[in-house]
């Protein structure tokens, strides 16, 4: 995809998505940090659901330390993969503590060291907690990337470079949600919207929908 159409793109996504952010509901760098370990395999949804119990009784690494496994596996068991969750959560939170004076830390390396926490959580953690320009890939962003030609690759970590080398410096900020509510919610994996899609005039999906 050219610069010109990409730039073009962009604009579209901007002007079609007013509000880039995240559906998480979160009042902290932690509480988020929490809520992005919960979402792998899960949705935003399921995951409100459970941390607004969970965050109500226990919003800090000390708090949640101190309800204990038992307690933050009964908060989350709706969600997939609750119990390997629950202890990642434990863990991080004493490493939050232990290490970091209970804050989240800054860097991608540090990030990656806390248990239940990859790449694309901390990309998220560093866009949406801490304003860098980072781009996360998910299904829905590899999805877009690779159907409308804006960064094609095989594997997310081409996907996600061929992002960062595609991406004007201006939409970096936002790239991340922008990217990921257009697939959520337009681009879709079985049947995407293309009639009402902002990015039609842009987009090169040779399947493109009539209806």
């Known amino acids: 995809m050219s610069p010109y159409k990409i730039n073009r793109l962009y604009q579209a996504l901007t002007a079609s998505i007013t509000a880039p952010v995240t559906e998480l509901v979160y009042a902290s760098p932690f509480e988020l940090l929490v809520a992005v370990i ?3 395999q ?3 949804t399921s995951v409100n659901r459970a941390t607004k119990g969970l965050f109500a009784q226990a919003h800090t690494p000390e708090a949640l330390l ?8 009964a908060h989350i068991k709706r969600i997939g993969l609750f119990n390997t969750k629950a202890k990642n959560i434990i863990k991080t939170c004493r490493l939050l503590i232990e290490e970091h004076d209970s804050q989240v830390p800054r860097t991608r390396v540090e990030l990656e060291r806390l248990p239940g926490v990859g790449r694309k959580t901390a990309n998220v953690i560093l866009n949406t907690a801490f304003g860098q320009p980072t781009i996360a890939v998910d299904t829905h962003v590899f999805r877009v990337s690779n159907r409308t030609g804006l ?3 095989k594997t997310v970590g081409a996907v996600e470079a ?9 939409y970096l900020a936002n790239a991340h949600h922008l990217l990921i509510l257009h697939g959520r919610y337009t681009c879709t994996a079985r049947r995407p919207n293309c009639p009402d899609c ?13 209806g």
């Open 198 to 210: 902002a990015l039609k005039r842009y987009c090169d999906f040779p399947d493109k929908t009539d």
């Open 151 to 153: 960064a094609p690759g």
């Open 42 to 44: 899960a949705t935003d």
């Open 162 to 170: 061929a992002l960062m080398k595609a991406t004007p410096k201006r």
């Open 66 to 73: 101190a309800l204990g496994l038992a307690r933050v596996r």
């Open 38 to 40: 919960l979402s792998a």
